[in-house]
């Protein structure tokens, strides 16, 4: 599991986003975003940049049973331990992992 500088990990910002309180959903996007700026390892630029456009987008309507809304999950905390993973890993360039499926 990958420990992040805002002391929690990716565990955690799964547990964060799928919170029935919305302000824990907020902080936790939040921190996703402030990661790009205060890693340890900084991101490239194409990661950034895919983080701080998901971000933009902004949180879909909450459903902890809606595949649309796990899927984006997935991708956050994926975006969340490649951030950990810093500039250097080979699938920083990469796109986002698929979202797992989830049948409704």
Excluded: N
């Amino acid at each position: 599991m990958t420990r992040a500088i805002a002391g929690f990990d990716s565990a955690q910002l799964r547990d964060r986003l799928m919170a029935t309180e919305p302000m824990k959903r907020v902080a936790a996007l939040h921190d996703l975003e402030c990661q790009v700026e205060h890693a340890v390892k900084p991101p490239g630029v194409q990661l950034a940049q895919a983080i701080q456009d998901f971000v933009a987008r902004g949180m879909p309507f909450y459903s902890c049973v809606d595949p649309h809304y796990l899927a984006w999950v997935d991708r956050a905390v994926d975006y969340w331990e490649r951030l950990q993973r810093g500039r250097d890993s080979r699938d920083a360039l990469q796109p986002a992992r698929r979202p797992r499926s989830v049948s409704a």
